[in-house]
């Protein structure tokens, strides 16, 4: 019953404990800096033979769990221009590596790998024959890293807006001004238990951060702040974004009032279709072209072009268009093959749409743009309507607007048409085109 007794007294979860002691290191070794180690990379994970160190300055933290196994340094307290992540097997490394503390890597033995410009090093990894870097074991943790004797006084944060945010800045910290939890993202916790989760940060222009939260973390279940201000954390690069990792809740200095509602979303008849095409001689090289009369920019948030297919009445396909912003008297060109198109046309379209999209007609369906409200801005073609045998087929050919429109219209008006095909009825020419003699995207 004592040797229980003393078991669970000695099982706490309590990381509340004393520090334990770490001397420090002024030992000279051949030090290199962040840029040049990344520089051993080349295109596949490395093994560090020279018997050399980095250095740098610890900016993260793991005593609220938002960080697990890993340490995140930069190569200088203030005006950081490199950053480096280590995976380690060291729980509770906050209690051997202060924020802001300098410490020495010593590199011989240690991989280096790098995953979309996202460089980190660690012990190694194996799997199905694949070298990765893998966490250093906690047994040699401290004959690689040591802690210099160097004062530590702090890091100065970098201060930068979203639009800001620059590739040098990765696995560095810095803090992102003036921005807020997405709308829709109020009232949720910042992680869903024992899950890592994404939470969306914008800024008062709807530029978007994604904010990278564990479920593992003690403020997981706390609900998300619902003001305004700035967010401390490390930057890293995954899936062609940039994320933030907080270390804490208090990096969170949220104590503004919101962002006032961004409008966003307009409606005007000068974005109209353009071009319709239908290669006689290449289906991969379909495409379709908007164009916008005005002379000011529009964004097209919230706008899209539909696809009715054949004598349908219900919507086959959609591509959303709100990515996208159409300078003054510039023309948008969609295709559904992106690689044959640019093969064909020898540039390469705004967007790729995907096979069966409202890019892709093989000339007897019906096409519809429709602004952010539900409203029909143009159309091509009579909606219920096969288009075979009318007044709006383009099969194996071409429907190309008359020069001189400059307005959409919700109603199909052939008038405003020469269209080409391979059959000529009410009033269509039985000329079929070829890609790319016959067509011309991108200009209007």
């Given at each position: 019953?004592i040797a ?11 990381r ?14 051949t030090?290199?800096?962040i840029?040049e180690?990344?520089k051993f ?5 490395v ?6 160190a ?5 900016i ?6 938002n960080?697990f ?9 203030a ?8 995976e380690?097997e060291?729980?509770d490394s906050?209690l051997?590596?202060?924020?802001g ?5 010593k ?6 790998g790098?995953s ?5 090093i660690g ?9 990765s ?7 040699v943790?401290?004959?690689h ?5 160097k ?16 590739e040098?800045?990765?696995?560095t910290l810095?803090?992102?001004n003036n921005?807020?939890f997405?709308?829709?993202?109020l009232g949720?916790s910042y992680?869903?238990?024992?899950e890592?989760?994404?939470?969306t940060?914008v ?7 994604v ?6 973390s003690?403020?997981?279940?706390k ?8 967010a ?8 062609n974004e ?13 104590n ?13 008849n000068?974005?109209?279709i353009?071009?319709?095409?239908d290669?006689?001689?290449?289906a991969g090289?379909?495409?379709?072209e908007l164009y916008n009369?005005d ?10 072009l539909?696809r009715?297919?054949?004598?349908n009445?219900e919507v086959?396909s959609t ?6 912003v ?14 044959e198109?640019?093969e064909?046309?020898?540039f390469a ?8 999209s ?9 096409i519809?743009?429709?602004?952010p409200?539900?409203?029909?801005i143009d159309?091509f ?5 096969d ?10 050919g071409?429907a ?11 109603v ?5 048409w020469?269209?080409y095909?391979?059959?000529g009825?009410?009033?269509?020419l039985n ?14």
């Amino acid at each position: 019953m004592i040797a229980i007794g003393v078991m669970l007294a000695s099982c706490v979860k309590n990381r509340e404990f004393d520090t334990p002691k770490n001397e420090c290191s002024n030992e000279d070794f051949t030090i290199i800096s962040i840029l040049e180690l990344k520089k051993f990379y080349t295109d596949k994970t490395v093994q560090i033979q020279e018997d050399i160190a980095v250095q740098g300055y610890v900016i993260s933290s793991d005593k609220e769990g938002n960080f697990f196994n890993i340490i995140y340094f930069q190569d200088a307290p203030a005006n950081p221009t490199e950053g480096l992540q280590l995976e380690l097997e060291l729980r509770d490394s906050h209690l051997f590596f202060d924020v802001g503390q300098q410490i020495t890597i010593k590199l011989k033995g240690l991989y280096l790998g790098q995953s979309n410009g996202d460089y980190k090093i660690g012990g190694v990894f194996t799997s199905f024959g694949n070298i990765s870097v893998g966490r250093l074991p906690k047994n040699v943790v401290f004959d690689h890293v040591l802690v210099s004797c160097k004062a530590n006084n702090g890091i100065q944060l970098t201060s930068i807006a979203i639009s800001e945010l620059n590739e040098n800045m990765v696995n560095t910290l810095v803090r992102v001004n003036n921005v807020e939890f997405k709308l829709d993202e109020l009232g949720k916790s910042y992680a869903v238990k024992e899950e890592e989760t994404l939470r969306t940060l914008v800024d008062c222009s709807d530029k978007e951060l994604v904010l990278v939260n564990s479920g593992y973390s003690d403020f997981q279940s706390k609900i998300v702040p619902d003001k305004m201000g700035n967010a401390t954390g490390i930057l890293t690069f995954n899936k062609n974004e940039y994320q933030l990792i907080i270390r804490n809740e208090n990096d969170l200095d949220f104590n503004e009032e919101r962002c006032e509602d961004l409008i966003d979303e307009f409606t005007s008849n000068s974005i109209l279709i353009t071009e319709i095409a239908d290669p006689d001689n290449n289906a991969g090289a379909r495409f379709v072209e908007l164009y916008n009369s005005d002379n000011e920019r529009l964004s097209l948030n919230g706008w899209s072009l539909l696809r009715y297919t054949n004598d349908n009445t219900e919507v086959s396909s959609t591509i959303d268009l709100s990515d996208f912003v159409m300078e003054g008297k510039e023309v948008l060109v969609i295709s559904p093959n992106a690689e044959e198109f640019e093969e064909v046309y020898d540039f390469a379209p705004d967007i790729s749409a995907g096979t069966n999209s409202p890019a892709d007609s093989n000339g007897d369906d019906n096409i519809v743009l429709v602004d952010p409200f539900g409203k029909i801005i143009d159309l091509f073609g009579v909606v219920g309507q096969d288009g075979s045998n009318t007044n709006h087929e383009f099969e194996d050919g071409r429907a190309v607007r008359n020069i001189d429109i400059e307005f959409g219209s919700p109603v199909f008006k052939s008038s405003e048409w020469i269209i080409y095909n391979d059959t000529g009825n009410e009033g269509t020419l039985n000329q079929p085109q070829n890609a790319p003699v016959d067509f011309t995207p991108g200009r209007r």
